[in-house]
């Protein structure tokens, strides 16, 4: 694949999921990336607000640039670290050690709102206020009865 620079094209199945994958070389090494099939890309005609024009001022522009240039750094891979794996090696660790593994407390569940009862109970509330509750058991007299 190498000397012809030409890329494969194959199906995989990651975690129940058939996917695309483009298999080629990198650095003398034979990489693969997945791919998206045609169906799963959407059109950017298909979202309405990317349909609009934006005037951006040239003050705007430069502060926006500035900006990015005095936030920019060179990227550190070793600065970020998968947590979780982390996490769950050290509870690994504990547990082939023989120690005791500290389960994470379950949080207590909050009472839960009905939102039709807190709806209705906050329309009568705003009836009351006004003064314009109906009485059960009375109707209105039709106009000109």
Same mark, same amino acid.
């Given at each position: 694949m190498d000397e012809t620079g030409? !890329?494969? $094209?194959?199906? !995989? !199945? $990651?975690?129940?999921?058939?996917?695309?994958?483009?298999?080629?070389?990198?650095? @003398?090494?034979?990489?693969?990336?997945?791919?998206?099939?045609?169906?799963? /890309?959407?059109?950017?005609?298909? $979202?309405?607000?990317?349909?609009?024009?934006?005037? $951006?001022?040239d003050n705007e522009l430069k502060m926006a640039v500035n900006l990015i240039n005095n936030l920019s750094a060179a990227f550190q891979p070793e600065k970020y670290t998968d947590e979780y794996r982390q996490g769950l090696m050290?509870?690994?660790?504990?547990k082939v050690a @023989?120690?005791? /593994?500290? /389960?994470?407390?379950?949080?207590?569940?909050?009472?839960?709102v009905d939102l039709m009862a807190a709806l209705k109970a906050s329309i009568e509330l705003a009836e009351q206020e006004r003064g314009t509750v109906k009485?059960? @058991?009375?109707?209105?007299?039709?106009?000109?009865a």
């Open positions: 030409k !890329v494969a $094209i194959a199906k !995989v !199945v $990651i975690r129940n999921k058939e996917s695309l994958a483009a298999l080629r070389i990198a650095d @003398g090494i034979l990489t693969m990336s997945t791919m998206f099939y045609p169906d799963e /890309v959407r059109k950017p005609t298909g $979202i309405p607000e990317l349909d609009y024009n934006v005037s $951006i001022h050290e509870v690994i660790q504990a @023989g120690e005791g /593994v500290e /389960v994470a407390a379950v949080p207590q569940t909050e009472k839960v009485k059960k @058991g009375t109707r209105k007299k039709a106009a000109g």
